[in-house]
């Protein structure tokens, strides 16, 4: 009975590991994921920063970027950089990481993507600047100085 | 004292009957059920939402952003931007 269970011990050792790996993975990769978002917002926030500034982009109710006016888009994100991006490219790479991030947020707190893409939206309207641009659910770009008047 | 045995055995029966008879009946206490309302869930998962975006934020706390800027003349529109088309 004793050299059957040592015999056995190892076996059931590597079972025990791969399911601790099994039940690690997944919660694991989210993680490197959000890291991997997170760095390519911090690259990205200086220039829409500047983007804001210039009144090219603002925040809209979905909780995602959006051109102000549509002339905007073909233009580049530094002006002076005929390398740089344009402002469509810019916009496509910024929301699709920022849906990405409501459908993760949303999956870890057992929630919709929507309810988090609108506290995204409420969180980026509190904190715009006076001169930043905000759409509503009306559709209006408006700037935020305007918009706390209005509300 | 003698006088006074049959009233205290009367009084003693009288006890233990109605003492039996309570102890009988059943007593039902209702409880109501706690109400959890929506309203309570959604402030609670709200408030999970706003602590995670913060958190994933924090990042925008240390560029500086002038709240006090104007917008630059170059591409700040000018009066009321009516475009769409460029929707996110």
Redesign the interface.
């Known amino acids: 009975m004793t050299g059957r269970f040592w015999l056995f011990t190892p076996a059931l050792l590597m079972l025990l590991l791969t399911g601790l790996l099994a039940l690690a993975t997944p919660a694991s990769a989210q993680s490197d994921e959000?890291a991997a978002l997170?760095e390519r917002?911090?690259q990205r926030?200086?220039a829409l920063?500047q983007?804001k500034?210039?009144?090219?982009v603002g925040e809209?109710h979905?909780g995602?970027?959006?051109?102000?006016?549509?002339?905007?888009?073909s233009?580049r994100v530094d002006?002076d950089d005929d390398e740089s991006p344009t402002v469509q490219r810019f916009?496509n790479d910024e929301?699709r990481d920022r849906r990405r991030?409501f459908e993760l947020?949303a999956e870890?707190?057992n929630?919709t993507a929507a309810?988090?893409a609108e506290?995204?939206a409420r969180?980026r309207f509190d904190?715009a600047?006076?001169?930043e641009?905000l759409r509503p659910a009306d559709?209006?770009?408006?700037r935020k100085r305007d918009y706390d008047r209005r509300e | 004292m003698n006088r006074h045995a049959p009233c205290c055995w009367m009084a003693g029966l009288a006890l233990a009957g109605v003492m039996t008879v309570g102890g009988c009946t059943s007593h039902r206490v209702t409880v109501d059920p706690v109400e959890v309302r929506p309203i309570h869930m959604t402030v609670d998962?709200?408030i999970?939402?706003?602590r995670?975006?913060?958190r994933?934020?924090d990042?925008?706390d240390e560029?500086p952003?002038?709240?006090?800027?104007?917008?630059?003349s170059?591409?700040?529109?000018a009066g009321?931007?009516k475009?769409?088309?460029?929707?996110?």
């Open positions: 959000r997170q917002f911090k926030y200086p920063v983007l500034r210039d009144g090219r809209t979905l995602l970027a959006g051109a102000v006016r549509s002339e905007y888009l233009q002006k916009l929301n991030l947020l870890e707190l929630t309810r988090v506290r995204e969180r904190t600047a006076p001169y641009y559709g209006e770009w408006i | 998962i709200n999970k939402i706003d995670e975006l913060d994933f934020f990042f925008e560029v952003v002038d709240h006090g800027a104007r917008a630059s170059t591409g700040s529109p009321s931007p475009t769409e088309g460029a929707q996110p």
